[in-house]
């Protein structure tokens, strides 16, 4: 993905990769940032910062339409109490812009 | 000004190239009327020993296929084979998980139109395959008591993510310290949806309600 972003500008190197990581996903940022290094080594990456933003997974109750941060995975409506929740952020893996020069 | 610093904007997912294949197996499942299901779980829960204690239980109407994933060997693979169903051995070669391509790669060998059921073994794991949609029409745990009650709160997004849960090796209870209440409520806190069964693929506990369950749903995905 971030090979396709570059051959579409003329870049000479890349100084920072900024991805966001949801909660509700199991990619771990130390893992992220190993993977990151082996993967941009001999690439317009070699070098570059990852940083990686944790997204707080957010929830709304079906029930009442409170929305509320959602901790350890607790999927209960601290206003009403029903477990009837939507998880409305925390589940995106996303990469969202490139740093370049 | 090329060569001046600058943001390229992307929001991409990183995910798109294994949920583009996830979607494309999806439709191919649905266009053959056949429920694909990815069954998920430590190793060691009894993945295969519920497929081996499942089989002989089907209507025997209904035609079933097995994916088998593992990291290198075929052991799975051959323990299906006696069951007289289609059985694929995937081997991910140190990957910890199955992911869209690896299952799409192997579709081709089935007779998909034929097939009632697709059941999807996935490597054991508790953590990564939760991550990797293969395109199913649902996922399913196989959890064994004897991992400890605490395990849904410690690998919680597998268990947000799954429609069924089946509690394991339920012939233990009396000789482990396991809290059942705390264990169920615990699943149905990340998850009230989830439908749970309390078996054993050892004395059959459980497994003809499961095996009802399973076939309602693919009753239901063919109606």
Not at chain 1, 72 to 99: A, D, R
Not at chain 2, 160 to 189: F, H, P, S, W, Y
Request: net charge negative; hydrophobic share 40%.
């Amino acid at each position: 993905m971030i090979d396709h972003t570059l051959s579409q500008h003329d870049v000479k190197r890349v100084l920072k990769v900024k991805i966001k990581v949801g909660e509700l996903t199991n990619a771990e940022p130390d893992a992220l940032a190993m993977a990151f290094e082996a993967y941009s080594k001999d690439t317009l990456c070699e070098g570059a910062e990852l940083i990686v933003e944790r997204v707080p997974l957010l929830g709304c109750c079906r029930d009442c339409h409170y929305e509320f941060n959602v901790k350890l995975m607790y999927f209960l409506c601290p206003n009403c109490k029903s477990t009837n929740i939507e998880v409305v952020q925390g589940e995106e893996l996303l990469l969202e812009s490139l740093e370049v020069e | 000004m090329d060569n001046a610093r600058r943001e390229i904007e992307v929001m991409a997912n990183l995910r798109d190239s294994n949920d583009m294949q996830a979607e494309v197996n999806r439709a191919h499942f649905r266009k053959n009327n056949c429920l694909a299901i990815n069954i998920m779980g430590s190793p060691g829960a009894g993945k295969t020993s519920l497929l081996e204690k499942t089989l002989p239980l089907l209507n025997e109407n209904m035609s079933v296929a097995v994916i088998e994933g593992d990291i290198f060997t075929t052991k799975d693979a051959d323990r299906i084979s006696v069951h007289d169903v289609p059985v694929i051995q995937i081997n991910t070669g140190g990957s910890c998980h199955l992911d869209s391509k690896m299952v799409a790669k192997v579709l081709p060998e089935f007779d998909c139109q034929s097939l009632d059921l697709m059941i999807i073994e996935n490597v054991g794991n508790l953590v990564c395959p939760a991550d990797f949609d293969l395109g199913e029409a649902f996922k399913v745990i196989v959890l064994s008591i004897v991992e400890g009650d605490d395990k849904p709160a410690k690998y919680p997004v597998i268990f947000r993510k799954a429609k069924a849960v089946l509690l394991n090796k339920m012939d233990l209870e009396g000789l482990t310290d396991v809290n059942m209440e705390r264990m169920k409520q615990d699943i149905l806190v990340i998850n009230p949806d989830i439908t749970i069964f309390e078996i054993s693929c050892r004395t059959g506990k459980g497994l003809q309600d499961w095996t009802n369950w399973l076939q309602d749903k693919v009753l239901d995905f063919q109606s």
